[in-house]
């Protein structure tokens, strides 16, 4: 009988993780990383690391997910730096930095299964479609499985555009959208290694090129968060509402511990005291007054693409 119990608990938890991943939406740098790296610092979550993103095939490495579990001193100094950032790619880390499990976007593991642009715009069959969602969620009970998660939970800026698809494949899936002041975002954005030589989705041109020519770059900033809310807000309305949870990075930044324990009860992760303790560790400085310190131009240039967007989110 207990071995029985056993296999159905095990069963039980494949369906969940297959039918229930959560996935974390946001425009870029408004906080996404910081929520995703949170949240998978809880030790039943599954993860996609870097070492599963450099071999998305081996879905095994996934088990070094363990190791980064029962090191938290040494996670968190990874994973945040001496400062608390999330956002740990703009400078050079040493290679055993790099080679410590950590939670990445993982786009790999989406574009084995057809979920880029490109792949949007080719005939598909019936078949092909039921193929492709086979195997991602196969590969999302592997990486469960040898990580030792109940919960799998992923944060990647180009699923803001796949929404729709992803709710297709994953009808229980659950989404954690993240806003933050679009003028916020756009100062920050600004101030990125990868901005200015990035190709945007909306855009026919990189940032450096437009602003070459002329174009003012701060428009460019303002528009992202735009068409990423914009994308994200199009995506949610094919997902039931009681399977969206809305967080704004001034609520997390203003109230940590009790938000991020919020958006884990919505993802469904049990409570654990310990989680919360090396949460609480963490700094959350308010860094989202910044962009008053900006040119009146250039607060002008921002506000002009944003106005509406700001307007129905209560910014201004």
């Not at 989202?288 to 944003?306: H, K, S, T, Y």
Request: hydrophobic share 40%.
């Amino acid at each position: 009988m207990q071995r029985l119990t056993r296999a159905r608990d095990h069963n039980r938890t494949e369906d969940d993780v297959t039918e229930r991943p959560v996935f974390v939406v946001g425009a870029p740098r408004s906080g996404t990383t910081l929520l995703y790296k949170i949240l998978c610092m809880h030790p039943d979550t599954a993860w996609i690391s870097n070492w599963v993103r450099r071999s998305h095939g081996a879905t095994a490495l996934a088990g070094l997910n363990r190791i980064s579990a029962r090191l938290p001193a040494l996670q968190r100094r990874v994973w945040f730096g001496a400062d608390s950032n999330a956002y740990v790619y703009g400078t050079r880390r040493p290679s055993w930095k790099r080679a410590f499990p950590m939670p990445v976007e993982g786009e790999p593991i989406f574009e084995l299964v057809g979920t880029t642009d490109a792949d949007s715009r080719e005939p598909k069959t019936q078949e092909m479609e039921k193929e492709r969602i086979r195997v991602i969620r196969s590969r999302l009970v592997s990486i469960r499985r040898f990580s030792g998660g109940s919960v799998f939970i992923n944060k990647r800026i180009a699923n803001n555009r796949r929404i729709e698809r992803l709710i297709n494949a994953f009808p229980s899936a659950r989404f954690v959208d993240m806003i933050r002041d679009g003028r916020a975002v756009a100062n920050s954005l600004s101030s990125v290694d990868w901005w200015p030589g990035s190709q945007p989705w909306w855009f026919d041109r990189a940032p450096e090129r437009w602003e070459a020519e002329g174009g003012n770059p701060w428009e460019l900033c303002g528009r992202s968060w735009v068409e990423e809310v914009g994308a994200i807000e199009a995506g949610l309305r094919h997902v039931p509402s009681e399977q969206v949870f809305h967080i704004r990075y001034e609520q997390l930044i203003a109230c940590p511990l009790a938000s991020v324990h919020s958006v884990a009860t919505f993802a469904g992760l049990p409570e654990n005291d310990d989680w919360l303790k090396r949460v609480s560790r963490l700094r959350f400085p308010n860094r989202n007054d910044r962009w008053r310190d900006l040119a009146p131009a250039e607060i002008a240039a921002v506000e002009g693409i944003q106005a509406d967007t700001l307007r129905r989110y209560g910014y201004v």
